[in-house]
Every structure is written in C-alpha cells, then in structure tokens.
C-alpha cells in the first residue's frame, strides 16, 4: 500500500450499474406485516416506489460526472486505503478545513457546500473562504477494508491520527475541522489530539445532549430539569439497529452485499428515525434532494461497503461527541440555551447557534445554513 498520494477518478464499469439494475427488477416484494404504515418498519409500497426510480429514473453516469469534477486523491495510511476530495480555494488566504462526512452517508453529502466554502466570490459571498479537505472514512466507499481486513480496531482515535497524518502529508500544519454525526466524533477528538494543529472544532449538533448521568441535572432548576427530561424521552426512540449492529453485524453484511432493495430499505429507515428527531415525520424525498439520497445509496452498493461502515457500532466507537477544552468550539444545530449550558460544562464554546434543520444530514438539508455557520465560526478565530 502506498503512501504515495494519487489521482483518483469514479469510473464504475456499465456491467456493475446493469447488475444494479437487474437486481432492483427482480426484487421479491415482501408481505404487508400488520400495523400501520411504518409501525413495523419501512412499508412496502414506499420502498418498492423508490426502488422503481433508482432502477428507472435515477442516472448514475450524471452523479458521477458530478462527483468527478471534484478532484480526489487516494493515499496509504495506517494500512488502510483512504479516498478524498481535496478542492483547493483559489483565494490566496483561505483556511484549510477537513470535513468528516457522516453515518450512514458519505462524501457525496458535501456536493452542496463544497463550491460555497472553496470559491465564496462566485457563490455571491466575500468569505472566507477554505481548501476542503473530505475523506472518506475507513469502509465506507472508496476508502474500503483491504482483504483481509485489518484485525486491529478502528476506534474514533484511530481515524483522527489518520485525518492528522493526511492534513500534515498535504502540507497543512494548521487547519481547522468540521463534522456531522460520525464526523462530529471525529472532529472533536482530532482537536483534542492535535491542539497544536487544529485552530477550531465545528460541528452541527450533539454537544450537551442528555445522557441519563444524574450529572446531568446537578444546578438547573426544577423547570430546566423537566425540561431536560422531555429532550431525554424525545430521543428514545428507535429500532434497536445499535445493538444490533454491535453484536451482529457480519450477519447483516450478508443481505447489505446482495440486495440493493435492502440496502435502500436500511437507508431510508436511518434517515427517517433521525429525522424524527428533527420534528420531520415526512418521506424524505419531500425534504432532502432524492438524487442525491439516491447518489449515497449507490455509492454503499457499488463499492459494497454496507456492512463495513457499521464499524462505529461493533467497535464501540458510536456515541454522542466527545468534549474537548482544547481548542474552540462552534455548534450550529446545536438547540436551546440548556443543551449549551450543559455543553459549556466541558467545552470551550466561543459560538452555538440554534439553526433548523429538517435532516439529521445538515449538509444535504440546510447547506446554506451550515454554509453560513462554518464561514462565520472560522472568521471569529482569525
């Protein structure tokens, strides 16, 4: 594997997309369960709806023109092949910033903010602007485990020693981050890592959510801790794919592999239980760009990186955004004074924003918003 770091271009062979398609054809259409429309899951007429306009309707070939006019790069890091976009500003003074993409999505989520942050001038703002920097984490799409794998676990420490030696092997010594979900893992523990290297920790959301510590509740009034408690049963809900996921992951794998329906299924069931937390209790195609859904959905086929990018689960890695004193802090999604003030409690905070989202996916369902809060984040620090 080599440390080299070199061109790299989507180019998936026509016989890989018939397959695609044939497979979406022949999909067995599974028996209504009892219960209401999505009580028991994703139903079957909506899956099999959006099943017939990937098959029909959505165009590969135009996505992945689309991806490739952003130039990537592959390099060997830690054994592991790593896959990035890197889109240099052509502002003399813009700020290097490495993006980590969230679970279950990947680089594909930033096609919308990448043009904004890298050229503000020809998107209608004076900046500032940014070389991106967005690598695909290890196993997901064209960051794939090597065969064999590696059997030493991927751990959030791991992937932001690897995003350091990456941002140093592009000859970046001072950079700042920014990640959602995933990413928002990631961003704070590079910052904690490497102080000395990152100049600010943006993320969308996390920070400060209730955990179940009785901590939790030390110093807020009665009305603060009533008002903790319902955010607390806001967020328990779910399908039980955590722990799935931590104990049996491989067995899933297996169907991730050799359906696409099911891997469609599984992607629109993560987004909507996400963004339920949102207050969105809609199709997602009625709010985020259904291409571009589509475009991540291929992307997990194609490179066959399902069961591979469930690592944050079955390593223990998954979890809400670790705390970092150590360099400052800016949240854009990030809710109510409260969930500040308890953010506050182990992070250096310097701004928190209480932008809307109608997605968990910030990027693809407020690119405009997260656009906003990056540029004026990083404009407090310079």
């Known amino acids: 594997m080599s440390s080299e770091i070199t061109p790299f271009r989507i180019d998936i062979p026509q016989a890989d997309l018939d397959d695609l398609r044939d497979r979406l054809a022949r999909t067995r259409r599974a028996r209504r369960l009892p219960g209401g429309d999505w009580d ?65 999505n990947s680089v ?39 065969e064999p794998p590696d059997e030493r676990p991927w751990s959030i420490d791991r992937v932001a020693r690897t995003w350091a030696e990456l941002m140093e092997r592009l000859g970046y010594d001072r950079y700042g981050a920014h990640g959602n979900d995933a990413g928002a893992l ?36 009665d009305a603060e801790k009533a008002e903790l408690g319902a955010m607390a049963a806001v967020m328990d809900f779910g399908s039980g794919y955590g722990p799935y996921l931590a104990g049996g992951p491989q067995t899933l794998a297996h169907a991730f592999a050799d359906s696409p329906a099911f891997q469609l299924a599984y992607l629109v069931e993560r987004f909507r239980e996400f963004d ?31 069961g591979s990018s469930s690592w944050t689960y079955y ?29 506050e409690r182990g992070n250096r905070i310097v701004q928190w924003s209480d932008r809307a989202s109608a997605s968990h996916m910030v990027a ?16 407090r620090l310079s």
């Open 40 to 104: 028991r899951g994703v139903p079957t007429d909506h899956l099999h709806r959006l099943a017939e306009y990937w098959r029909t309707g959505y165009d590969w070939r135009r996505h992945e023109a689309e991806l490739n006019r952003l130039p990537q790069y592959t390099t060997g890091i830690d054994g592991q092949t790593v896959h990035f976009l890197h889109v240099r500003s052509p502002e003399p003074d813009a700020v290097p910033l490495v993006l980590t993409h969230s679970w279950p």
């Open 186 to 221: 990631v961003t704070p523990r590079l910052a904690a890592l490497f102080p000395e290297r990152v100049i600010g920790a943006h993320i969308t959301a996390g920070l400060g959510f209730p955990t179940g510590d009785p901590a939790d509740f030390e110093g807020l009034t």
């Open 315 to 343: 390593e223990g890695a998954a979890g809400m955004p670790v705390d970092q004193a150590e360099v400052p802090t800016g949240v854009s999604h990030g809710g109510p004074p409260l969930i500040r003030r308890l953010a």
């Open 364 to 379: 693809m369902a407020d690119p405009e918003g997260l656009v906003e809060d990056v540029r004026t984040f990083f404009a």
């Open 276 to 306: 339920r937390g949102h207050g969105t209790d809609k199709p997602l195609e009625e709010y985020l760009d259904l291409d571009q859904f589509l475009t991540n959905a291929t992307l997990y086929w194609l490179t066959g990186t399902g």
């Open 108 to 146: 594909a989520e930033f096609t919308r903010i990448i043009g904004p942050l890298t050229d503000p001038r020809a998107h209608g703002s004076e900046g500032p602007a940014f070389h991106v920097v967005a690598p695909s984490l290890p196993g997901f799409a064209f960051s794939p485990f090597p």
